[in-house]
T-cell receptor, first 109, second 113 residues
């Protein structure tokens, strides 16, 4: 399909790891992005990965890229209540960023 | 850096009125994007500019919507006349790389009654 797809909701307990998954569409996409949106705020760039990489780690965040399956994931270690937000993946395509519909992460204390 | 600035943060207006949303991009960024976010349709790209020139307006819903960028530090999105279905959060974002990482403003929540 033409859409970037994400599951809509994920609930985890504080201290657990969270894994948010995304399927993108264009195998030639050079960059893939993860954004975070807190209530009432704009989207905040969290991290990005270049398509020639399989993994990128940045503190508690780990991005995994499977180009063969066009699958991207974001792992948040030791999830905190402050991580509760909507997470968007996006691919660079035809001069634009194409966003998924967002995954709402709920962190229970 | 102050980040992307949008005004107003909230706008409530009656159907048929003109609405103007404003955006100041990050200094030095030469790409500016307008998005609309709704529960039903998610995040939609409306239009984007490069060096103040509109590059792709294919996402603008209809002729009631118009956007301008008179200089590198200011852009407007205008809806005339507004309709209840225009109610949404409108985001402005800027970038210094074509389709690269974009930095979003806080958004304008528009309610048309």
């Amino acid at each position: 399909g033409e859409d970037v797809e994400q599951s809509l909701f994920l609930s985890v307990r504080e201290g657990d790891s969270s894994v948010i998954n995304c399927t993108y569409t264009d195998s030639s996409s050079t960059y893939l992005y993860w954004y975070k949106q807190e209530p009432g705020a704009g989207l905040q760039l969290l991290t990005y990965i270049f398509s020639n990489m399989d993994m990128k780690q940045d503190q508690r965040l780990t991005v995994l890229l499977n180009k063969k399956d066009k699958h991207l994931s974001l792992r948040i270690a030791d999830t905190q209540t402050g991580d509760s937000a909507i997470y968007f993946c996006a691919e660079r395509r035809a001069g634009k960023l194409i966003f998924g519909q967002g995954t709402t992460l709920q962190v229970k204390p | 850096d102050a980040g992307v600035i949008q005004s107003p943060r909230h706008e409530v207006t009656e159907m048929g009125q003109e609405v103007t949303l404003r955006c100041k991009p990050i200094s030095g960024h030469d790409y500016l994007f307008w998005y609309r976010q709704t529960m039903m349709r998610g995040l939609e790209l409306l239009i984007y500019f490069n060096n103040n020139v509109p590059i792709d307006d294919s996402g603008m819903p209809e002729d009631r919507f118009s956007a301008k960028m008179p200089n590198a530090s200011f852009s407007t999105l205008k809806i005339q006349p507004s309709e209840p279905r225009d109610s949404a959060v409108y985001f402005c974002a800027s970038s210094n790389v074509r389709a690269g990482e974009q930095y979003f403003g806080p958004g304008t929540r528009l309610t048309v009654t």
